[in-house]
């Protein structure tokens, strides 16, 4: 009941409060951020916002601090100034902590002069949600015309290991023809938990390499206008064609250098087959693809297996570049293989081979899942 009355009356006198507590409040240094020390227990005066008795500047520029770093960090992060403001864009009230309400509340506002305020009140400041207070902070910085999900994916996009782990999901869906159509994707993404949070990140990570988030703030927001300016088409199909494209590049490269994740382990394997290198011909009656195994069931008269395992062990150790040394050693084993099979080995010898690539691959396997478990 308490806090509720704290709500109540701080909801009441916030909007004077921005200049009633001025002298006790602390300023970044451009004016964007403002963190002022708030106490409804107290009772205010009329037409003022109550203050923490006997408080110190010290109390709030810890606060200050957090904010700031947040908002540099997304400033250079996307390659955004920060604004030049005559008014506060993001006040943060904070209260002295002798209550058990750890919520972080945010409430966008409208000035009488038309410009756009983020107020965040903090009942219990040592206590509150710190990935609540960023998401308060970054829709200060970002802009209240933003859908929350940009918001959620502009955060994940900072941090490098959420940012991989969205790229591998993402790349699951996508090598796995479950990712939603690529315009439909940018006017109906919603905020995602669990796994489906991946989806903002990713897209936010794209908004980030390509340096748009400057071009969507301070606009109505349109899904429509974000799929054109990421994949520069203006037609559907061609945009979702932009990111099959894109994400063909991604599956290709080297998500982080010396590791390897489930879905490298599981593109690499999806490789491990044997395709006719002519258009339109057989590498096995009636078949155009044939597993390793198959390969050393054919006989060794047939040329077009052996002309393809011949190309297939040039490809496999490039499938395992920079991707640690346990999958590359498991594509050199493969890759022998290969070889044996195009230069005509006995099949007892190529059964020994094979069975050899497969074990380190099941070894790298195991490897993975051991870590996911920790990681758990």
Request: aromatic fraction near 8%.
């Amino acid at each position: 009941m308490a806090a509720t009355s704290a709500i109540v009356t701080w909801a009441g006198v916030s909007a004077q409060a921005e200049i009633a507590v001025v002298p006790k409040a602390a300023t970044s240094y451009d004016g964007f951020i403002r963190v002022v020390a708030y106490d409804p227990a107290e009772p205010g005066r009329q037409g003022a916002a109550p203050a923490v008795p006997d408080d110190e500047v010290g109390f709030r520029l810890p606060i200050l601090a957090f904010a700031g770093n947040t908002v540099d960090a997304l400033s250079q992060a996307f390659d955004v100034k920060r604004p030049k403001v005559r008014e506060p864009g993001l006040i943060i009230y904070a209260q002295d902590g002798r209550t058990n309400d750890t919520r972080v509340l945010v409430r966008a506002e409208t000035r009488a002069n038309g410009s756009r305020v983020v107020k965040i009140f903090l009942p219990s400041p040592g206590y509150s949600d710190l990935d609540d207070l960023r998401t308060g902070i970054a829709r200060a910085f970002i802009g209240t015309e933003m859908p929350d999900w940009v918001i959620q994916g502009v955060l994940r996009s900072q941090n490098d290991e959420l940012r991989r782990a969205d790229q591998r999901f993402v790349l699951s869906l996508w090598s796995s023809a479950r990712l939603p159509f690529f315009p439909a994707l940018c006017t109906d993404l919603r905020v995602g938990k669990g796994k489906a949070a991946a989806l903002p990140g990713y897209v936010a990570g794209w908004i980030r390499e390509k340096k748009l988030l400057g071009r969507l703030m301070g606009h109505a927001w349109d899904g429509r206008r974000l799929a054109e300016l990421l994949t520069g088409e203006t037609e559907p199909t061609r945009q979702d064609r932009a990111s099959d494209e894109r994400l063909a590049r991604l599956a290709r490269s080297v998500l982080e250098p010396g590791e390897c994740g489930l879905w490298e382990l599981d593109f690499f394997s999806s490789r491990l087959m044997l395709g006719t290198p002519v258009f339109d011909t057989k590498i096995l009656p009636g078949r155009a693809f044939c597993t390793f195994r198959e390969a050393i069931d054919a006989d060794g008269s047939n040329l077009m297996v052996r002309a393809a395992a011949f190309m297939k062990a040039r490809e496999v150790p490039l499938y395992a570049l920079g991707r640690g040394d346990d999958l590359q050693a498991a594509a050199d084993a493969y890759a022998r293989f290969l070889l044996g099979v195009a230069g005509g080995e006995p099949r007892e010898t190529l059964d020994g081979m094979l069975s050899a690539a497969d074990a380190k691959l099941e070894a790298v396997y195991e490897k993975r899942g051991k870590d996911n478990h920790r990681e758990r």
